[in-house]
């Protein structure tokens, strides 16, 4: 389709396990952002792109998590050694440049 | 420090009424706001828009009031659907700190036929 596609869709991890979690973005949108959302709380920033250069990474919670986005397209983010409290639905973004940010369904992940 | 709030988790409303969602923003450097839409297992949906150099952008049902001295900004759905419940979330930008959006906690909103 035309939109965000972001896969898996669900995600069961054991504690301690890594996980990778993929972003497709509108074919021609610059810009990509990561997003983590809490049960019943509102996105939180994780990271954003512009083409490959990851711009901004000040929401990432800790150095388990990254994100890359080698050719300006896909992005990827890797949580690694995941824990309980990383269990949330992640959202991938992607926009043209300074306009709204259209979304992709979302990840959620469950840590075991 | 949540920088964009939505103080009322939860709005009831009857078909055919007026919806009015609230948010309270911190940071005086926002110059850009959004509304988002979500219904469950989806992601959010861009509803609406307005610059802080305005103080009105309607489009259709739905109207979005900016008072920037107040550092406020409400959304109006007239008349509400059945189909308008969903989680409603605000959200702002510094657009020259670049494209990213600090969104508030949400409204959840129900309308009853």
């Known amino acids: 389709g035309a939109g965000v596609s972001q896969s898996p869709r669900y995600k069961v991890a054991k504690r301690g396990q890594d996980v990778a979690l993929r972003c497709d973005p509108i074919s021609g949108h610059v810009s990509l952002f990561w997003y983590q959302q809490a049960l019943g709380q509102g996105p939180e920033f994780l990271t954003y792109f512009q083409n490959e250069a990851q711009l901004d990474k000040s929401g990432l919670p800790s150095d388990r998590f990254f994100a890359e986005r080698p050719e300006g397209s896909v992005s990827t983010l890797k949580i690694q050694r995941t824990q309980q409290e990383d269990s949330a639905v992640y959202l991938c973004a992607s926009s043209s440049r300074f306009r709204e940010l259209f979304f992709g369904e979302g990840s959620r992940l469950t840590v075991l | ?113």
């Open chain 2, 1 to 113: 420090d949540q920088q964009v709030k939505q103080n009322s988790p939860s709005l009831s409303v009857q078909e055919g009424r007026i919806s009015i969602l609230n948010c309270d923003y911190t940071n005086s450097m926002f110059d850009y706001f959004l509304w988002y839409k979500k219904y469950p297992a989806e992601g959010p949906t861009f509803l609406i828009s307005i610059s802080s150099i305005k103080d009105k952008n309607e489009d259709g049902r739905f109207t979005v009031f900016l008072n920037k001295s107040a550092k406020h900004l409400s959304l109006h759905i007239v008349p509400s659907q059945p189909g308008d419940s969903a989680v409603y979330f605000c959200a702002a930008r510094d657009q020259a700190a670049g494209n990213k959006l600090t969104f508030g906690g949400g409204t959840r909103v129900l309308v009853k036929p």
